[in-house]
């Protein structure tokens, strides 16, 4: 079986650790997070780490440099999913991440730098709403406040961790200090058509989106579908069908991507007209000036409509990440590693989508490694990587990791 | 105390007979139902009438005529209520009934007929997603594949009689004979603005609007929202978005009354573009043609607009009601009714909503007497009558009923 293989079964193992039948999800500080934590530590054990699970339940392992006690080069990603999700998204990143380990640990070389990977708890949100918790953590930018932060079921992330056999009062012991690292580097999964669409494998990501989420209610009057005459009525959906169709406009006018992914009308009775919408937008672009404009043509196109229909806009927000721009060191070593699987010019551009790499930054200068995902699909059990692909991105990231190496100066 | 003081008395005391606390919901054949029933035909005894409940759980009473055994008019209206209803829909139709009936039972007129009141047990279809079921069995229209009807708990229609104390297979004897009807009158708030608008009380309704209803699917497919740019995106929300503004233009257009009163977006991830939409639609018009055109031109939208998107757009009808006349006869008495009030030219108009004189009338012609109602308000606690409004429909009321006897040719 060769080291590509061996990535695609994990994948494949992994995918099986679910917490429903026919699809896979696996939420932050359930117990199938624990039993995939528990499989990627032997993982990475067989490839010659050292191993530990962090106060925040990130699951790390180590591989130390030409000297114990060196600065590390993190390499990561993480294993927790959306709900029906694709088998790549993350874990991907953590199998190459310990394949490469495991390439370096047996080749013998010996780095200026130690080498940790982390398979983060917690990229997706799924299950409190907050993304990127298990990299806050780790870059030292916890907020005390998400520790009320409720699931689905009403179990406080607090309890969450205790459940898990976590101590939420020593969650700084996850906390890392700048000093301590050399950078982060993360191979995905494009999430985007990109790559396919140019016929290529690999890219070098330039930035990470920067993204606003916010709750948006259209508040107007719920009355009987056949008394009520049109200029009477205060349709809450029409009018919140009218902002979505705006959203997209403006949207593509300006070059940003809005999406609104959550909506329902309320009351919800066949015959009542709807006195209430709650619905979402997540905007996203690669400059943070340019997101920003697109919301302020979002927000005036809103209070227009509601405005003309009697309605009431509200909008709360739940998400701010500002865009994060690569390193350019360690941008120029994902591009070393590319050109050493035969793309001569590599492709390099932004990322639609967040990463753990937003919250890593905090802490150490980060880059990232891309890879052709088929139809650009993501979050869909649809997601499909070539093993073809998978290969060369393995080479490209041990590649890009000796580049790092070839540059570091400590 | 006034006859109109008791009516509006006995409505907040219907009102107070509810399955949830703080809020007004009396669903078909619920133990709220039951009481209801019993309340009902102690009302009725009271006004001089011999009680039963038919085998549908109408709750019904009988005033003889000149002699024991006549055909009966039939006067009512429904028990049964929305979620979060208000106090007089449906109600206070039944509680004019039973004090017309008190009325001339305590005069000792002799009528030409004899007089019923019925209580319907579901117009509303709250429970069982199906409205008429009461007037339906009245009618003998029933239609056994209704039986496997489930409610929000799964029990079936079939059940929920049985636990009712009603026997399924008895069904048959709630059917009613033309032969043995005069007709059917009934008095509704008007649930909409047009009498408050003129400064009338009340109304000639002209017919009951044909109503159609049908559950839509727009399918399109998932994906992440920030990798999935806008030349690759089949998003099913934006796609119901534009549907939704359609509908409302082109029932204006044409002069029906088209109502979007659920829709909701699947997966339901605030970062995943939505793959499928559920939404409903409820299309009513004086005139079944004017709303079967106005059908035509929106499926043509739809198509169109999905189309254009790569969405697929599906249709399923789940209730079809054609426009229903009153009947002149019945119609002239209830003006005579109105006239009656000092009110010398009576408004008459067509209800856009559905009533259970719909289902009646396929077994005996009816007529309706409008009444007015605060801002239009119905389905909603705010629904409000003034009691002046109440003890003139009150009058009108009786007048109709001895207008028709007036005219009555056995």
Redesign the interface.
Known sequence: MTETDLVMDRCDELASISSRPGLLERVHLSPEHKAANALVAQWMTEAGLSTWQDAAGNQCGRLEGREPGLPALLLGSHIDT???AGRYDGMLGVLLAIAVAGRIHRSGIELPFALEVVAFSDEEGTRFGMALLGSRALAGTWNDDWWSLTDGDGITLAEAFQDFGLDPARLPGAFRRSEDLVGYLETHI?????LEDADRRLAVVTSI?G?R?FALTITGK?????????D?RR?A??G???V??EI?RL??LTGT?G???????F????????GR?EF?L?L?AEFDGQRDECLALVWAAAEEICARRGLRFDRHE?YRADAVPCDPGLMRAIGTGIRATGDESPMAFW????HDGVAVADVTRIAMLFLRCRG?????PDEHVKKADVAAALDAFEAAVLAVAAEYRP
Do not use: C
Not at 222 to 230: M, Q, S, V
Not at 259 to 265: F, I, N, P, S, Y
Not at 267 to 274: A, F, K, L, Y
């Open positions: 959306v709900r029906d494009e999430q985007g058509p990109i989106a993204a989420r719920a009355g009987h579908a056949g008394g009520t005459p049109y009477r349709d959906l029409v919140a069908s009218e979505v169709v997209e949207s593509k991507i999406t609104v992914g959550r909506l329902q009308a009351p919800g009775g066949i015959n009542v007209i709807p919408v979402s997540d996203r739940i990322s639609r989508a967040g650009g699909v993501s979050h869909h």
